[in-house]
C-alpha cells in the first residue's frame, strides 16, 4: 500500500521525473507545447499499469512544480512565467509580474520551485532559473536562486538569495532542483555549468 504522507518526497521526485520523460517526445517532434501528466495511482499501485492523463495542454515548457497546501498546483514554465492550476488542471492565475528575466535559451530557463516548510503561516516560495549577464556579464549565463511570498495569486518581496559567480557562456547543466530539510535548510542542486 501506497502511504503518501510518508513517502511524499518520493512521489514528487518519480512524478517530476514523469513529466520531464513525458514532455520530452513532444519537444523533440517540434510540438510547440508539451502537456503534463498526472499518474493516477491505488493503494497496490505496483499490480496496475500507471494511468497518464493529460492535466492541460496549454502550458508552454513545464518545468518545476509544487503543490500548494490548498491542493491547487504551483508550475514554473521554461520560458518564465509561473502558473497555479486548480486540481482539475484548470489555469487560475498567470504570474509573470515582478518575476526577474531569465534566459530560456539551451536547458536554461524558470527551472524548479518550491514552498518553505512554514508556507502556511509564512507564505514565501523558492524558484531556481538561469540568469542572464549583463554589463560585462553579457553574453554568459548562470544559476540564479530567488523567493519570494506568495499572497494573493501574485508574489512580493522579490530577492535574489544566491547567484552563480561567475556566469558562463555554456547553456546547460544548470542543476536547480530544490528541497528543504526538516530545520529549513535550503539545498540547490547546481551543475557543473560545462
Known amino acids: 500500500m501506497f502511504d503518501y504522507e510518508k513517502n511524499k518526497a518520493l512521489f514528487y521526485i518519480f512524478l517530476t521525473c514523469v513529466l520531464l520523460i513525458n514532455s520530452a517526445p513532444s519537444v523533440l517532434h517540434g510540438a510547440i ?83 518553505d516548510p512554514d508556507f502556511e503561516s509564512d507564505p514565501w516560495i523558492y524558484w531556481t532559473y538561469a540568469e542572464p549577464g549583463i554589463d560585462a556579464e553579457e553574453g554568459l549565463v548562470g544559476t540564479a536562486v530567488a523567493r519570494g511570498r506568495l499572497i494573493d495569486n501574485s508574489i512580493h518581496d522579490i530577492e535574489v538569495i544566491y547567484r552563480q559567480t561567475p556566469k558562463v557562456s555554456g547553456f546547460g547543466h544548470f542543476g536547480s532542483r530544490l528541497a528543504f530539510r526538516s530545520d529549513k535548510t535550503l539545498f540547490v542542486t547546481l551543475g557543473e555549468r560545462q
Open 33 to 115: 507545447t508539451p502537456v503534463i501528466t498526472v499518474l493516477l495511482l491505488t493503494d497496490d499501485f505496483a499490480a496496475v499499469e500507471p494511468k497518464a492523463i493529460i492535466l492541460n495542454a496549454l502550458l508552454m515548457r513545464p518545468w518545476g512544480l509544487t503543490f500548494l497546501p490548498d491542493n491547487r498546483i504551483l508550475i514554473t514554465e521554461k520560458g518564465g512565467r509561473m502558473v497555479i492550476l486548480s486540481k482539475d488542471g484548470t489555469i487560475l492565475h498567470e504570474i509573470a509580474a515582478g518575476l526577474p528575466l531569465v534566459d530560456a535559451s539551451g536547458q536554461g530557463g524558470l527551472l524548479d520551485v518550491a514552498l
